[in-house]
Structures are given as structure tokens and as C-alpha cells.
């Protein structure tokens, strides 16, 4: 059985800062691309940051310069650092893997239970 575990969300008044981490634990064999998704409410899931295995990088349009995504491939866990957040920055946000196990070669998509970012004075 395979499981990402997120943590670190809460209430933050805007312009303040958050990071997020998500551990992946199981069979694991290896990771392949990991990200950060969001869904505010009534809107659909949108993507944040995905992060390559070898440290590539891209990030939506709305959160580039406020956001790094980064992964550390020893411990299976990414991280989201957020900066200088906004009230539209609301939303819970999900950890993303692709991953095989030792039991299939085949990638699948992982996903975590979600953690609300709240973002309000």
C-alpha cells in the first residue's frame, strides 16, 4: 500500500507565509513527477507547482515568484513554501505523486487527503 500524507496547512493573514509537506511511504519504488494541486471552493482543482525527479521546476502564472516547490528524493517527501499569500490563495491543497512499487513496474497517480490554507486578516 502506497500513501502520501500531507501537513502543515492552517490560518495565515495575508502577506504571511506557510509550507506545505507531503510524505510518500509504502512499497515505493520510485517517484516520478510530484506536485501541488488546489481547489478553491466551487472552482475546479488547479495545478500549483509540479517538480520533476531530477529538480525541474514549473509553477502556475498566479503563484510564480511567491511559491517554490522542492522534493527531497531520500526521505520521498516534496515541499511547497509559500510566501506573501492572499486571500485567493484559499483553497485545500493536495500532494500529487507518480510512483511504482516493488510489486509494478507501471506508474500510477497518487494522490493525498488535501489541506485547507486559509488566508484572511
Known amino acids: 500500500q502506497v500513501q502520501l500524507v500531507e501537513s502543515g496547512g492552517g490560518l495565515v493573514q495575508p502577506g504571511g507565509s506557510l509550507r506545505l509537506s507531503c510524505a510518500a511511504s509504502?512499497?515505493?519504488?520510485?517517484?516520478?513527477?510530484m506536485a501541488w494541486y488546489r481547489q478553491a471552493q466551487g472552482k475546479e482543482r488547479e495545478v500549483v507547482a509540479i517538480i520533476s525527479s531530477s529538480g525541474n521546476t514549473n509553477y502556475a502564472h498566479s503563484v510564480k515568484g511567491r511559491f517554490t516547490i522542492s522534493r527531497d528524493n531520500a526521505k520521498n517527501t516534496v515541499y511547497l513554501q509559500m510566501n506573501s499569500l492572499k486571500p485567493e490563495d484559499t483553497a485545500v491543497y493536495y500532494c500529487?505523486?507518480?510512483?511504482?512499487?516493488?510489486?509494478?513496474?507501471?506508474?500510477?497517480?497518487?494522490w493525498g487527503q488535501g489541506t485547507q490554507v486559509t488566508v484572511s486578516s
Open positions: 500529487y505523486a507518480e510512483m511504482n512499487t516493488f510489486y509494478s513496474s507501471d506508474y500510477s497517480s497518487y
Open positions: 509504502g512499497s515505493i519504488y520510485s517517484i516520478n513527477d
